[in-house]
């Protein structure tokens, strides 16, 4: 019997042209009734602005009602998978991204890029490199055919360390690249959009699966939320690039020049991950979705705090919103890769 193929769900599989659309009716606003939107850039609570803090909101919390703590008991079963996967995501990935940064950014692109800009583009490539993937990596481990039960307990692990790793490496890779770091802001901004939510996710869980079950919270509930983290996203790209719009007018290949490290970072962490696992014998099933996790990003939590820390019309914020922009087809890229090297 043929086995039938795995497909990615409608809005993440054209989630790259949602994202395009959003960013040209963004730059079409900002051109043509900028002045009337500015308003909302300055709605701010503590530097942190409300509407885009609804939205992140409504974004993240449908991916940690994904996320069971429970399942971190099974963390002694193949322990060698979520080792690499700790190693990749803590240890090289936030360094690597942070290289490319900076050897683009102030090196390659200096004849076009000021310093101080280039400081800036390289604090939102350190956000994204920080914050390993959340969500997404279980649409990638089921088109790789991953197992399920080791990708939550990856992805579980993972959201439990961001809450006391990101801000001390965020704080150092920023920190080398003598950009000020306002802590306040950036413990604000982890405790606002990763330990609520997940907080807060954690506990929904829990009380709707007493309630109705494991299968009713899987199969009814949580694809009606869905929709809603997507919807969030496009319509934060719509502000962000509102408020950026004359900007990028002015340098249409901005976007293009932002995107090479990106796209090269992404592969360099998936070979890492992906043969240091073929080294570990790990079964492919572990392995891809260990690949998977390292090479994608938790962008958004990666654009609220840059929002928070630069505004929502630097161009920090716009590095993190360019890696929206490119992750799907290129981690749809690796998701073939993976398939056509399974073993």
């Not at 076009?112 to 969500?135: F, H, K, N």
């Not at 609520?196 to 007493?210: D, E, N, Q, S």
Request: net charge positive; hydrophobic share 60%.
């Amino acid at each position: 019997m043929k086995q039938q193929r795995r497909q990615i769900g409608f809005f993440e599989k054209y989630l790259s042209l949602w994202v395009a659309l959003c960013i040209a009716t963004g730059i079409l606003i900002g051109n043509f009734a900028g002045d009337s939107v500015q308003f909302l850039s300055r709605l701010e609570f503590f530097g942190v602005n409300i509407p885009v803090a609804v939205l992140v909101w409504l974004m993240i919390y449908p991916m940690m009602l994904q996320v069971d703590f429970s399942s971190i008991k099974n963390i002694g079963k193949r322990p060698k998978g979520l080792v690499l996967t700790l190693v990749i995501n803590w240890l090289i990935k936030p360094f690597t991204m942070a290289f490319f940064a900076w050897i683009f950014f102030s090196k390659i692109y200096s004849a076009i890029i000021s310093p101080e800009l280039a400081g800036e583009y390289i604090a939102g490539a350190i956000l994204l490199g920080a914050a390993p993937c959340t969500a997404m990596v279980f649409v990638w481990s089921y088109l790789t055919d991953g197992d399920p039960n080791y990708t939550l307990v990856q992805v579980s692990v993972n959201d439990l360390i961001i809450l006391v790793a990101f801000v001390p490496i965020v704080g150092l890779l920023l920190g080398i690249t003598n950009i000020e770091i306002p802590y306040i802001t950036l413990i604000a901004s982890v405790l606002l959009f990763v330990v609520i939510p997940l907080a807060a996710g954690y506990f929904t869980h829990k009380m709707l699966v007493r309630k109705n079950g494991e299968e009713w919270f899987k199969n009814e509930f949580l694809p009606k939320f869905k929709p809603v983290s997507i919807f969030a996203l496009l319509i934060t790209l719509v502000l962000l690039f509102a408020f950026q719009g004359n900007n990028i007018s002015e340098k249409p290949l901005i976007i293009l020049l932002i995107a090479v490290p990106l796209i090269i970072q992404t592969y360099f962490i998936f070979f890492i991950a992906w043969f240091g696992g073929r080294k570990l014998k790990l079964p492919h099933n572990i392995n891809s979705p260990a690949a998977m996790i390292g090479a994608s990003n938790f962008f958004e939590l990666a654009v609220a705090v840059a929002i928070a820390l630069f505004g929502l019309q630097s161009t920090a914020a716009l590095v993190t919103v360019v890696g929206v922009l490119v992750e799907v087809p290129v981690m749809l890229s690796l998701v073939a890769l993976a398939n056509r090297w399974k073993y």
